[in-house]
């Protein structure tokens, strides 16, 4: 009996080991980029070729790359206009999802089923895809190289998307809680809006964090819609200063990237209960 409870013993120790062997490797996967990024933005690499192992460690940090994007360029103004970008379509966005998810998922709707495949198989379609369509219909509607222009181009993606979230979302909650309401005096519209908007904050805040994130990051569409230097984003600041004569400026990419991931992070942390309580509902599913 000894002998069988060291061998137990024996095993589950191997198997304790194996498991923080590849929990420490998938670590050092995963920081290792952020780590990689940081440390070019803080060298003076002026290409790609000049990158060695010894610059993984480096001997003299310079500033300069984080001095010059800062204070050489008119980066706020740039900062500005992609935060009005995404807090015009995160408005957008959280809107036509919400309202098009409860619709879908507690009013009889003729050709509901249909909408919602047809909204599913949407999901699957690359936004980049959209970018000439979306650009010949603005045009013709004089919506180029405006805000709302841009607005209503990210939020037709993330809207699309969103509604199909919230709506496998709120298809969990009973339908007693706003029926409920009803009765107590409530218009349908108010009783989406006191009782149910509360219990779908979990989904509203990620379709929140994906519209941010969609409009904040995006260079395709800021590059097709946008013809006027003082409408420039974050990611057209970024390819105009890390870019030059056809080679890149490696540490001014890399001090850009780390400077525009610094709201992304703020972000992340903020809402990382939602997020959580999001992916542990899809895992339960």
């Known amino acids: ?39 070019t933005s803080l060298n003076n690499i002026p290409s790609l070729a000049s990158v060695s192992l010894g610059s993984l460690l480096p001997s003299r940090i ?20 992609s935060l009005i970008m995404a807090l015009g379509t995160i408005i957008v966005s959280v809107l036509v999802a ?55 181009a990210y939020s037709s993606g993330t809207s699309i998307f969103g509604a199909y979230l919230v709506k496998i979302f709120i298809d969990t909650i009973p339908p007693e809680y706003e029926e409920a309401a009803m009765v107590d005096g409530l218009s349908r519209f ?15 805040a990620f379709v929140m964090l994906l519209a941010f994130l969609g409009a904040y990051t995006d260079y395709a569409l800021a590059n097709a819609f946008i013809t ?7 990611t057209l600041g970024m390819y105009y200063l890390a870019v030059t004569n056809h080679s890149t400026l490696y540490n001014v990419f890399a001090a850009f990237s780390v400077i525009m991931g610094v709201p992304i992070m703020a972000i992340f942390i903020a809402f990382q209960k939602y997020i959580r309580n999001v992916y542990s509902l899809s895992g339960g599913k």
């Open 1 to 39: 009996m000894q002998r069988v409870g060291s061998k137990r013993t024996v095993g589950k120790i191997i198997r304790l080991a194996i498991s923080y062997l590849v929990l420490v490797v998938m670590a050092i996967i995963s920081i290792f980029p952020i780590y990689y990024i940081v440390i």
């Open 62 to 81: 310079s500033l300069n790359a984080y001095y010059d994007i800062l204070f050489q360029e008119p980066f706020f103004v740039w900062l500005r206009n």
């Open 98 to 152: 919400f309202l098009t998810g409860a619709a879908l998922s507690r009013l009889n709707v003729p050709g509901k089923k249909a909408l919602i495949v047809f909204l599913y198989i949407l999901t699957f379609l690359p936004s980049v895809a959209t970018v000439i369509p979306l650009y010949l219909m603005f045009a013709s509607l004089h919506l180029i190289n405006t805000y709302y222009g841009l607005i209503l």
């Open 190 to 204: 108010r009783a989406y809006i006191r009782i149910l908007l509360p219990m779908t904050r979990p989904i509203v």
């Open 228 to 234: 006027s230097g003082n409408m420039w984003t974050l």
